[in-house]
């Protein structure tokens, strides 16, 4: 939710800020009543629209609506919430790839329940931002991936070179419920929210097969855990349960007596520590997370030592770089090589013999997107390695593309770099990416 709130939706954001700073253990008791207010409705779908997404289970589009007339559609909606009848429908699951091959699940709110979790969202992520630790980046206003790959940086820069590479196995699948509400119960005592809480929590999940066949299951109901990603909702709550991990760890002391420090991002995180310390920090880690009904995927999850050994968070390799000015080497994050690979895969897909109908500039534009949009994330720490594979690989694809649009033979005398860039119009990241400090 990047953009900012219209005044009234950010003046009741502001208040209960405030009340929620004030007060750390203040339960909020009154808030459904703002889930119906017609300006955080209004919002709560113009930010539903902005995401786009596929329509839920019941196939209703954004188009849809608006044909029917948005006023009356939120109307309806909000009469639903004031008389108590709203229940929640289906999730439609679908299965998106990740990158080690494997499949993960996507569970698909109606636009009607993603407007309702937006709004839920709205008024009690206010409240519970203040609660979280200054280490959770992920999901929040003023946090980022890149501010945590700095402090891990940081942390680096500052001794803690043990780290242990932690990975949770299907974190939001496996979130209990029960221990989840009393984290929301912590801070909200209006039952009528909570209640709107649980329902999405146990909504059922429909999937259909190959053969067009629909099957619906409650298996979150009845195993009492996860949350579904997907879910407008779900990140606050995912946040909300990691907190206890992050507090706890900090309360129980052991940041001090075993000298560690914990970045985290979602359901990925590590323990930077000083030397002598990580197997310990990852034998408590383990024995947090069971008590947390949580499981550490062990295969995943490993101690380690730098500068010797390297290791990866949120698409960043952590290791030893050598300075090209200076010949010194130093500790530096630089993109990791499976996302190299990946960017450099989905640009031969681009430029594949299929997309020849395109014409110059549409290509172009195409794959000036991918490349931009890949490198605004990469552009911190030891980018120019990695930089200059991928843009090698743009100009050899786009170049391979043009050859074979228009029949001609012939390597790059046809088609030379700078004419890609001056006539064609491709981007060189370097000029139109602009670099993150690390340490600034």
Known sequence: MSLPPPATVGKLQGVLRAKAKEAPSYRFYALYDKLYRADVLEWSYALCRMNKGAPGCDEETFLAIESYGLERWLGELAQELKDKTYRPQALRRVWIPKGDGKLRPLGIPTIRDRVVQAAATLVMEPIFDEDLQPEQHAYRAGHSAHQAVCEVQGW????????????????????????????????????HLLHLVKMWLEAPVEETDAKGRTERTTRNKDEGRGTPQGGVISPLLAN?????????????????????????????????????????????????????????????????????????????????????????????????????????????????????????????????????????????????????????????????????????????????????????????????????????
């Open 156 to 191: 680096l820069d500052r001794g803690y070179i043990e780290v242990v590479d932690a990975d949770l196995s299907g974190y939001f699948d496996s979130i209990p419920h029960h221990e989840l509400m009393q984290c929301v119960a912590r801070r909200i005592s209006d039952r």
């Open 240 to 440: 909300l349960y990691m907190r206890r991990f992050l507090l706890g760890w900090k309360v129980k002391g052991y940041e001090q007596s075993l000298k560690s420090k914990i970045v985290n991002y979602a359901d990925d995180f590590v323990i930077c520590c000083k030397p002598g310390f990580a197997s310990t920090a990852m034998t408590v880690m383990r024995r947090m997370m069971e008590r947390l009904r949580l499981t550490v995927n062990e295969k995943k999850t490993r101690i380690c030592l730098l500068p010797d050994e390297t290791f990866t968070f949120l698409g960043f390799t952590f290791g030893p770089q050598v300075s090209w000015k200076s010949g010194r080497t130093y500790l530096a994050p630089t993109p990791a090589k499976k996302k190299i690979l990946g960017i450099c895969d989905k640009i031969s897909k681009e430029t594949s013999g299929r997309t020849t109908f395109r014409d110059e500039t549409e290509e172009v534009r195409q794959l000036n997107q991918i490349l931009r949009g890949w490198g605004n994330y990469f552009r911190i720490g030891y980018v120019t390695g990695a930089w200059q594979i991928v843009q090698q690989h743009g100009c050899r694809r786009l170049r391979w593309w043009l050859r074979r649009k228009h029949g001609r033979r012939g390597g790059v005398q046809s088609y030379p770099d700078m004419k890609l860039y001056e006539k064609y119009g491709f981007v060189k990241l370097i000029e139109v990416v602009k670099r993150i400090s690390l340490w600034a």
